[in-house]
């Protein structure tokens, strides 16, 4: 094997340790929380007593339990690539729709496009 060849392919890391969090990741990680805020928001915002109870608690709730399952890091269930990025679509959707039912949807738009393109660029990373 050549020097060349070598140098392209990253060393591994050792045992315990993972890959320094890029500025990408960070920002995926704060379009997560928003998405969940936003559920609520729009639960405790846009059901009448006592559903807004229900759906402002239970929205965000039901994200982040998907996510658990399919789309973090240490998910529960391994499924493929492709399957993890139409959840993690899915729940970025539901936000987006959520900003939108509530009359903001500048708001919706903006989070959308930074929320879709943040998890394409954080997805090419981890395939890479």
């Known amino acids: 094997m050549s020097e060349s060849s ?5 060393a591994p890391l050792p045992p315990g340790t993972r ?9 995926a990680f704060l379009c997560e929380l928003f998405a969940f805020a936003s559920l609520a928001i729009w639960g405790f915002a846009l059901w009448p007593f006592p559903w807004n109870i229900v759906a402002g608690i239970g929205a965000p709730v039901l994200a982040i339990l ?6 973090s890091p240490r998910a529960v269930i391994a499924v493929h690539p492709f399957v993890r990025a139409v959840v993690e679509l899915f729940v970025y959707v539901a936000a987006t729709i959520a900003w939108w039912s509530m009359g903001l949807v500048w ?4 989070f959308g496009i930074v929320a879709v393109t943040a998890g394409v660029l954080a997805g090419r990373r981890r395939l890479a």
Do not use: R, Y
């Not at 998907?66 to 789309?71: K, Q, T």
């Open 19 to 27: 890959a320094p969090i890029s500025p990408i990741d960070l920002l």
């Open 6 to 10: 070598s140098a392209s392919t990253p």
């Open 107 to 110: 708001v919706g738009l903006i």
């Open 66 to 71: 998907v996510w658990a399952l399919f789309v």
